[in-house]
């Protein structure tokens, strides 16, 4: 199963190493083809025209939604399409009309898009980490007590250390204080499957390059009941019923009254193929065989000679790993840097979007390994074969 999964994605034939699936991952064919079908055989505009284009193009964005709503199990009325998962926490900022009266809780594994729009708008409060490097429920529901706190806002997944969080207890325990609750699931979705009924976060944000689909799009599930209380983010073509003066507009119904502008068509296309391609594999064979890789990696790097975690890794954990050099004195971008030059291995080097958690343990950034379901142990030992042997 593990060779036929390789001979889908079109970036593997070139024999690179590629250990970057945080950052975004590799496309398979049938979204390559779904991206080009659309620029060749019927590229229009959505939702704009009555020709036969237009029509199917506008179909095909509506069968995606419910598609989208298929892995997150809710209603196709509670997607909205974005630019990426930075733009739609952005936006989520305006849809909930934050500013620095209103209280986010957010915790210090946080990636730069779900830190930095609550830091610039809202007033932030940090929850502190146990050991394991999961999130401190303990303090959490601390802040929570001590503060009137309008959401809490946290990644799932961390995109450094690899640690799944306890969402559903930390859904559970803001909703005990009225406090709303984001997850940032960018990291989650490509190795996890998402029942969002089952979780009951209120808002949930991710990435389509994430997960085998195309850069430029990004999602935001929001509760029904919620939505219809949101403000609009943004406002431009596409989101109008009709305009009777100034003063008396009529926006479309949920979702498109937050989707203004022309929609990524083909990133939207694009996406529909890597979640057939997702369900027709299966979450559960994904899950699976991400954790034999996790597994196989990590005692790996447990007896290696030249390399060492930064980061605790907790019981549930995703094959993310970050680490540091033994010898202190190495640049981690040239070490990156050699591994891409000569053994055509792809890796990130810094901080991966994440400096206050890097300030935290006084490190100066991190080399990270990100596993997905189509890497294999044979290129774990090649790296570690290459990594171990530096001349270091």
Not at 179 to 199: E, R, S
Not at 353 to 380: A, D, H
Request: charged share 25%.
């Amino acid at each position: 199963m593990k060779q036929d999964i390789r001979k889908d994605f079109p970036m593997l034939k070139s024999n690179i190493i590629y250990f970057d699936n945080s950052s975004t991952s590799l496309k398979p064919y049938s979204v390559l083809d779904s991206i080009t079908e659309f620029y060749t055989k019927y590229t229009s505009n959505a939702y704009r025209g009555s020709y036969i284009n237009s029509e199917y193009v506008s179909l095909k964005i509506d069968e995606t939604r419910e598609l989208v709503a298929t892995l997150l199990n809710c209603s196709p009325r509670e997607i909205i399409f974005t630019s990426n998962c930075t733009d739609s926490i952005n936006q989520l900022v305006r849809m909930l009309n934050i500013n620095k009266k209103n209280k986010v809780i957010c915790s210090m594994l946080e990636h730069h898009s779900n830190f930095l729009p609550w830091l610039n708008n809202a007033n932030i409060l940090t929850v502190d980490l146990n050991d394991d490097g999961t999130i401190n429920l303990i303090e959490l529901e601390k802040l929570l007590k001590e503060n009137k706190v309008k959401l809490v806002s946290v990644t799932a997944l961390s995109n450094v250390t690899g640690n799944v969080q306890p969402i559903k207890e930390i859904c559970k325990i803001a909703h005990n204080y009225k406090a709303l609750v984001n997850l940032d699931c960018c990291q989650f979705a490509p190795h996890y499957k998402i029942n969002v009924k089952d979780i009951d976060c209120d808002f949930l944000t991710l990435s389509a390059h994430k997960m085998c689909g195309p850069s430029g799009l990004g999602i935001i599930y929001c509760k029904k009941e919620l939505l219809l209380k949101c403000k609009k983010a943004k406002y431009g073509g596409g989101m109008v019923d009709r305009i009777i003066n100034n003063e008396d507009i009529i926006y479309k119904e949920i979702p498109y009254c937050f989707e203004a502008g022309t929609p990524a068509i083909e990133n939207i296309l694009g996406f529909a193929s890597a979640i057939r391609y997702y369900l027709s594999y299966g979450y559960d064979n994904i899950t699976k065989r991400n954790k034999e890789l996790n597994d196989y990696f990590y005692k790996k790097v447990l007896t290696s000679k030249n390399i060492e975690l930064i980061f605790p890794i907790s019981k549930n954990h995703a094959p993310i790993f970050t680490f540091k050099l033994k010898n202190k004195n190495l640049n981690l971008n040239y070490v990156a840097k050699i591994l891409s030059d000569s053994a055509n291995i792809c890796v990130s080097s810094g901080y991966q979007c994440c400096q206050p958690l890097y300030n935290s343990v006084k490190e100066k950034g991190g080399i990270r390994i990100s596993l997905q379901f189509y890497n294999t142990e044979e290129e774990i030992d090649y790296f570690f074969n290459i990594i171990d042997n530096l001349k270091i």
